[in-house]
């Protein structure tokens, strides 16, 4: 659904806002605003309503909503004096005045997709849940922490990934070992665990050669994987990854840093408006809008229990990769977020300067899981997918290469 009015156009799907055809960026909770009055559009809103559907129900000054108001009609072209498409009615509330048209989402090819899912066993014998989905070359994810192979396919925060994906490959993806659809009560989570995981996966799916995605501690998975099989891995592609865990990375109290995480999430995991909810969010998606991180919460609850959460967390702040990145013999694509407070930027300039030849991406975000009103969103995937067209390109030429008679004296 888009909401069209005067030269604006609002998508809540992709939670974005044109005017005169150009992008304008706007904050979650100004966008949230101007959804709800616009779907609402010609009736009230009432102070009580805005608090509950933008603010959770959470208290907010009057000035507050003042400065929203204020900021979703300069966003629209509008202000307080003309109130051309805003009108507050006084002690009451707001009403969105004048024409609105709506029009159907355009056709894409995610429309209608559908998910397979199927199961595997580790070497250990723990059972891994995976999923296919779209079609083309097949491109694989390697597992991460809070995974839910059918909640993640219907979420807001992790579905337009998935999506996105599933336009150009045949996508699979898989639930780390004590997440989703996966064994999750099991006494190994090291990384020679998680790369076990992921070659059951591969397997599976019967590939012989494969694109791999390993974005945050899937990195430094995919990356073991390749220096494991490189023949099996076409390209690898690390998102917001890292070489050293937190508690190896930082030696100005990364330990201590990872053990205050693990002690929040047996206290707060899944539980909104928690301690460690708050600071959940703030590290991993700060410019998400309220439905994201209300999915979030419900992801937490639906993936696992706090306790095998923290026992997860733990494990993974001590996965490394250093002294390894020189043996990467795979055309290798490294995206970091400037702002990530979750694996810091540094960690992705050591990933991609440790590795031969590997090209660099700088995401200009926050976010750890860059979201769909994220600028970056269009610069992350404008970027694997000219990579994975140039490595395809690049790997034809060298077969080319390989096959021509040698006619050298």
Not at 132 to 157: I, N
Not at 326 to 349: I, K, M, N
Request: proline fraction near 6%; charged fraction near 20%.
């Amino acid at each position: 659904m888009r909401y069209l009015f005067g030269d604006c156009m609002l998508c809540p799907e992709t939670f974005s806002l044109e005017v005169a055809g150009e992008p304008r960026p706007v904050e979650p909770q100004v966008f949230d605003l101007l959804h709800l009055l616009v779907a609402r559009g010609g009736e009230l809103v009432t102070h009580d309503e805005l608090i509950a559907k933008v603010w959770g129900g959470r208290i907010v000054s009057d000035a507050a909503i003042s400065s929203r108001i204020s900021a979703a009609r300069a966003a629209i072209g509008d202000d307080g004096t003309r109130q051309a498409w805003i009108r507050t009615v006084p002690r009451r509330g707001f009403r969105f005045v004048g024409g609105i048209r709506t029009e159907g989402a355009p056709a894409s090819p995610a429309e209608g997709a559908h998910q397979t899912i199927g199961f595997c066993r580790s070497a250990d014998g723990t059972r891994i849940a995976w999923a296919r989905s779209g079609s083309g070359p097949p491109l694989v994810r390697a597992g991460h922490w809070l995974t839910h192979l059918e909640h993640d396919w219907q979420s807001p925060v992790w579905r337009p990934i998935l999506d996105e994906l599933s336009r150009d490959f045949t996508l699979w993806r898989y639930d780390q070992r004590g997440n989703g659809l996966s064994d999750r009560d099991v006494a190994d989570l090291s990384l020679d665990a998680s790369v076990s995981d992921l070659e059951s996966v591969v397997a599976a799916a019967g590939l012989d050669r494969f694109t791999l995605y390993g974005t945050s501690q899937g990195a430094p998975v995919a990356i073991s994987y390749a220096l494991k099989h490189p023949d099996r891995v076409a390209r690898l592609i690390l998102q917001g990854g890292f070489e050293r865990g937190r508690r190896l990375r930082d030696s100005d109290g990364g330990a201590a840093m990872s053990g205050a995480m693990v002690t929040m999430i047996r206290e707060g995991w899944g539980k909104p408006g928690s301690a460690f909810m708050r600071a959940f969010a703030a590290l991993f998606i700060p410019g998400a809008s309220k439905e994201q991180l209300d999915s979030l919460a419900d992801l937490q609850r639906l993936s696992t229990d706090p306790e095998i959460a923290a026992r997860l967390r733990w494990a993974i702040d001590g996965y490394s990769v250093a002294g390894r990145l020189g043996e990467v013999r795979v055309p290798t694509l490294v995206l970091h977020a400037s702002g990530d407070a979750v694996h810091p930027f540094d960690q992705g300039l050591a990933l991609a300067s440790g590795i031969p030849g590997a090209e660099f991406v700088q995401l200009d975000s926050a976010n750890h899981v860059v979201l769909p009103q994220d600028p970056a969103w269009d610069v992350l995937f404008a970027a694997i997918r000219r990579f994975a067209a140039t490595a395809s390109a690049m790997g034809r030429s060298h077969l080319l290469l390989d096959t021509t008679p040698d006619t050298a004296p």
